[in-house]
C-alpha cells in the first residue's frame, strides 16, 4: 500500500494535520474542564469565564478540523482505492491469453469483490479512525507527563498489556480470517459458475440439488464467520475488562496524588479524564490493529497479484505477413504423465489462402489444436511456427490472427462498438455493407449502430448474434482467421447464409472448425482434415 500513500502524499498529510489539531483540542476539554472547576473553587470570576470561552472556541475549531480531516482522508481513500483497482484491472488485462489462463476466473473476481471490499473497511476505514486514536493517546500521555510524570508512568504500564494482546492472538486471528475469506472465495466461484449454468439446472430438474449444494456452501461461511467473529469479541471484551480495572488503577493513583496535595481538585478531574479517554481509545487500538491484522491477507494478495512479475520472453521478433504454416510432429495432452495423447502426430503446412475445415469428433483436439497455434499452450513436443518462426516466438502473434468462438460474446456497448471491437479504422460505412452482406440490413443504419446492447445480446436471434460475430471476426485486417463451429446452433438457412459469407473472403487463412461439413464447403475447401479421437 507504501505506494498509495506516496502518490497522494499530500491529501495524507493534510489529513495527518488535521487530526493532529482535533485531538490536541479533544484533550484540551479535559484541561479546560479542570480549569473550570479550579477558578470556581477559587471563585475567581474572570478566569471562570476565560476558560469557559476558551472551552467554546474549542468546541467549534473541534468541529471544523474533525470536518476537514473527515474531508482530506474520504478523497484520500476513495483516490487510493480508484488506484488500486486501476492497478488491478491494469495488471489483469495486460496478462497474455496462456497468463490469464493459469488462475481460475473466480479468483479474478475475487481480487475485485472480496480483496478490495477487505481493503477498504478492514485497512482505510480503520486507519481512519487509528489515527484519530494514536494522536489522542499522544496528547493524552503528554498532558499526564505534564500534571505528574508519576501519574503518567502508571498510565502507560497499566495500558500495555490492552495494547499487546491483539498482537499475541495474531496468529490465531489470521488464520480464521484466511479460512473465512477462503470460503467466500470458493463460494463466489461456485456461485459463478451456478449462474453461468442456470438453464441446465432448471431444465433438468436439479434446482433441489443446487439449493443443497449452496446451503452446505453457506453453512462454512457462517461456521468460519463465527470462529472469526468470536476471536473479535473475545478481544474486545478482554480490552474492556482490562479498561475498567486499568481506570480503578488510575483513580486510586490521582487520589493518593490529590491527598497529599501534588494535584489540584481540578487536576484530579482533568487526570481521570485523560485516563477515560486513554482507555477508551486503547480499547479501539485493540478492535484497529485485529482489523490491520485482517486486511494484511488481502493486501498481500493484490500486491502479489498486481506485483506479479511478467513472463520471462524468449528473443521475439514481429512478422509483417504470412505466408507460411507448419505443425510439425504436434503431440499433446492436457495432463502430464497420461499414456494417451489428446493431438498425435500432426502435421500440416499451409502456404496459401483459403479454407482448411478441421473435422473431428468431440474431444478429438479440434479446438485444442487452434490453441497451440494461438499459443495458448506449448506443445509436448513438436513444433508450430509462421514463416519458419516458432509461435512463441512471434511477439506479434496476436495481431496475424482473429478467432471466432462458438459461443459469442458482446459488450455493454452500441452496435458499432461491438461490431468494430473498438476499432476506430473500421467506419460505418464498412460495418452497414458488411452486414447488409450477412443479410442484416434490418442493423445496416447509423441510428442502428448506435443503440446498445448488452454482453447477452438479448435483442438479437441466435443466428443474428452468430453473423454479427462472424462480421467482428471479417472486419478485422488480419491474415489467419479461426472459425470454431460457426454452424453451430443456427438453423439452416443462416448457416447457409454464414457459409456464404465465408466463401466469399479470398485473401484470408481460414481454419473452420466444425462438425457439419455442407457440400458447398467441401466443394470450395482448400483441404479437410480430419482428427482422429485417441
Known amino acids: 500500500m507504501k505506494k498509495y500513500w506516496l502518490k497522494r502524499k499530500r491529501l495524507a498529510f493534510f489529513s495527518f494535520l488535521m487530526i493532529m489539531l482535533t485531538s490536541a483540542i479533544q484533550i484540551s476539554f479535559e484541561y479546560f474542564k479542570g480549569a473550570i472547576l479550579d477558578s470556581a473553587l477559587q471563585k475567581s470570576?474572570?478566569?471562570?469565564?476565560?476558560?469557559?470561552?476558551?472551552?467554546?472556541?474549542a468546541v467549534l475549531l473541534k468541529a471544523l478540523t474533525h470536518y476537514l480531516y473527515t474531508r482530506f482522508f474520504g478523497i484520500f481513500k476513495t483516490g487510493s482505492l480508484f488506484d488500486i483497482r486501476e492497478s488491478v484491472f491494469k495488471k489483469l488485462i495486460k496478462f497474455s491469453y496462456p497468463e490469464f489462463l493459469k488462475k481460475k476466473r473466480g479468483e479474478y473476481v475475487s481480487v475485485f469483490s472480496n480483496e478490495i471490499d477487505v481493503v477498504e473497511f478492514s485497512y482505510f476505514e480503520s486507519w481512519y479512525g487509528f489515527l484519530q486514536i494514536v494522536m489522542?493517546?499522544?496528547?493524552?500521555?503528554?498532558?499526564?507527563?505534564?500534571?505528574?510524570?508519576?501519574?503518567?508512568?502508571?498510565?502507560?504500564?497499566?495500558?500495555?498489556?490492552?495494547?499487546?494482546?491483539?498482537?499475541?492472538?495474531?496468529?490465531?486471528?489470521?488464520?480464521?480470517?484466511?479460512?473465512?475469506?477462503?470460503?467466500?472465495?470458493?463460494?463466489?466461484?461456485?456461485?459463478?459458475?451456478?449462474?453461468?449454468?442456470?438453464?441446465i439446472i432448471e431444465n433438468y430438474g436439479v434446482i433441489p440439488q443446487f439449493l443443497n449444494k449452496h446451503s452446505e456452501d453457506n453453512k462454512i461461511?457462517?461456521?468460519?464467520?463465527?470462529?472469526?467473529?468470536?476471536?473479535?469479541?473475545?478481544?474486545?471484551?478482554?480490552?474492556?475488562?482490562?479498561?475498567?480495572?486499568n481506570l480503578l488503577i488510575i483513580i486510586s493513583v490521582s487520589i493518593y496524588l490529590l491527598v497529599n496535595g501534588k494535584i489540584s481538585a481540578g487536576l484530579f478531574i482533568t487526570s481521570?479524564?485523560?485516563?477515560?479517554?486513554?482507555?477508551?481509545?486503547?480499547?479501539?487500538?485493540?478492535?484497529?490493529?485485529?482489523?490491520?491484522?485482517?486486511?494484511?491477507?488481502?493486501i498481500k494478495r493484490i500486491n502479489d497479484f498486481t506485483d506479479t512479475p511478467e513472463i520471462e520472453k524468449t528473443e521475439t521478433v514481429k512478422i509483417d505477413e504470412?505466408?507460411?504454416?507448419?505443425?510439425?510432429?504436434?503431440?499433446?495432452?492436457?495432463?502430464?504423465?497420461?499414456?494417451?495423447?489428446?493431438i498425435s502426430n500432426f502435421n500440416l503446412q499451409v502456404n496459401k489462402c483459403g479454407i482448411f475445415v478441421i473435422?473431428?469428433?468431440?474431444?478429438?483436439?479440434?479446438?485444442?489444436?487452434?490453441?497451440?497455434?494461438?499459443?495458448?499452450?506449448?506443445?509436448?513436443?513438436?513444433?508450430?511456427?509462421?514463416?519458419?518462426?516458432?509461435v512463441k516466438n512471434i511477439e506479434n502473434l496476436q495481431e496475424l490472427i482473429t478467432i471466432m468462438r462458438q459461443e459469442q460474446v458482446f459488450f455493454d456497448d452500441s452496435l458499432r462498438n461491438n461490431i468494430s471491437a473498438y476499432d476506430e479504422n473500421i467506419d460505418d460505412e464498412k460495418i452497414i455493407e458488411g452486414l447488409k452482406n450477412l443479410n442484416l440490413e434490418k442493423y445496416a443504419a447509423t441510428d442502428e449502430l448506435d443503440k446498445k446492447m448488452n454482453y447477452k445480446a438479448e435483442e438479437f436471434s441466435g443466428g443474428q448474434a452468430a453473423r454479427l460475430s462472424l462480421l467482428r471476426s471479417?472486419?478485422?485486417?488480419?491474415?489467419?482467421?479461426?472459425?470454431?463451429?460457426?454452424?453451430?446452433s443456427v438453423d439452416e438457412e443462416t448457416a447457409e447464409k454464414i457459409l456464404t459469407s465465408i466463401l466469399e473472403v479470398k485473401d484470408k487463412i481460414i481454419f473452420l472448425i466444425t462438425h457439419i461439413l455442407p457440400e458447398r464447403l467441401s466443394q470450395n475447401c482448400e483441404q479437410i482434415i480430419k482428427l482422429a479421437n485417441n
Not at 45 to 57: C, Q
Not at 221 to 245: G, R
Request: charged share 20%.
Open 474 to 488: 471479417l472486419l478485422k485486417n488480419r491474415k489467419v482467421l479461426i472459425l470454431d463451429e460457426p454452424f453451430a
Open 359 to 390: 473435422q473431428g469428433e468431440s474431444g478429438s483436439g479440434k479446438s485444442t489444436l487452434m490453441n497451440l497455434l494461438l499459443n495458448y499452450f506449448e506443445a509436448d513436443s513438436g513444433e508450430i511456427t509462421i514463416n519458419s518462426t516458432p
Open 272 to 298: 481521570i479524564g485523560l485516563m477515560s479517554q486513554l482507555q477508551g481509545q486503547v480499547m479501539y487500538v485493540a478492535m484497529y490493529l485485529h482489523s490491520f491484522i485482517i486486511a494484511k491477507n488481502s
Open 322 to 342: 504470412v505466408k507460411e504454416i507448419i505443425f510439425k510432429d504436434i503431440c499433446f495432452n492436457y495432463k502430464e504423465g497420461e499414456k494417451r495423447q489428446l
Open 221 to 245: 461461511i457462517l461456521k468460519k464467520a463465527d470462529k472469526l467473529k468470536n476471536i473479535t469479541v473475545f478481544l474486545f471484551f478482554l480490552s474492556k475488562l482490562l479498561m475498567e480495572l
Open 136 to 199: 489522542e493517546v499522544f496528547f493524552s500521555i503528554t498532558a499526564l507527563l505534564l500534571i505528574n510524570k508519576y501519574l503518567c508512568l502508571v498510565a502507560v504500564l497499566i495500558l500495555i498489556p490492552s495494547v499487546l494482546i491483539p498482537q499475541a492472538l495474531k496468529k490465531e486471528s489470521t488464520k480464521r480470517q484466511d479460512d473465512y475469506l477462503d470460503a467466500v472465495r470458493k463460494h463466489t466461484g461456485h456461485i459463478r459458475e451456478w449462474i453461468q449454468s442456470f438453464e
Open 45 to 57: 470570576l474572570s478566569r471562570l469565564l476565560f476558560f469557559a470561552a476558551a472551552y467554546g472556541i
